[in-house]
Nanobody, 123 residues
Framework: VQLQASGGGLVQAGDSLRLSCSTS????????VAWFRQTPGKEREFVAG????????TYADSVKGRSTISRDNAGNTVYLQMNNLKPEDTAVYYC?????????????????WGQGTLVTVSS
């Protein structure tokens, strides 16, 4: 299974970005999907997750109120809208498909991972 993450880039503090995660197969349909991020020397951290039908969305405190995760199961795509970006949001962002219908915060609960997309926020 291949997950394609895109939408990263270099932006200024206060700007917005929308990350996308897509697959060519119906991998998302029955599984939770989440976004994680990682910076050099640090562990991968949970950013946001969404359940299989989109009814439950959860966010890390660091992005809560600034980000929205959504999904289009027909289009096999999950989005992460990030607003009011801060320099501390700089990281490689990964999307991942969960083992279950939910999207827990622990990375061990995820089966498939995308290749990552780099977000750089300048001050």
């Amino acid at each position: 299974v291949q997950l394609q993450a895109s939408g990263g880039g270099l932006v200024q503090a206060g700007d917005s970005l929308r990350l996308s995660c897509s697959t060519s197969r119906r991998t998302f349909s029955n599984n939770g999907v989440a976004w994680f991020r990682q910076t050099p020397g640090k562990e991968r951290e949970f950013v946001a997750g969404i359940s299989w039908r989109g009814g439950v969305a959860t966010y890390a405190d660091s992005v809560k109120g600034r980000s929205t995760i959504s999904r289009d199961n027909a289009g096999n795509t999950v989005y992460l809208q990030m607003n009011n970006l801060k320099p501390e949001d700089t990281a490689v962002y990964y999307c991942a498909v969960a083992l279950s219908t939910q999207a827990p915060s622990a990375s061990r609960e995820y089966r498939y991972w995308g290749q990552g997309t780099l977000v750089t926020v300048s001050s």
